[in-house]
């Protein structure tokens, strides 16, 4: 599985009606409005880097309200609970 984080550009006055149609997006698993750079912050989860391609040029550059966006892909993911699931094993 193939997780991308896709920052987006958006008009300001279309944030949230764009924002659904980014969850809408086929791929995309989580959105959130944000403050600071970017408006939004699309996670991309599908299995192999086409997709990921196609997610975001045929989906959601097309959206209307998103001006830009920038995409990162992920390649390993860290968090508290996979930390303390390593822990919890030795007991």
Known sequence: MITAIVLIHADN?????????VADTAGVTEVYSCAGDVDLIAIVRVRDHEQVAEVVTAGIDKVPGVLRTTTH??????????????F???E
């Open 73 to 86: 892909i992920a390649f390993k993911s860290y968090s508290s609970a996979d930390v303390e699931a390593g």
């Open 13 to 21: 006055a279309r944030i949230p009606e764009t924002a659904q149609a």
């Open 88 to 90: 919890s094993l030795g």
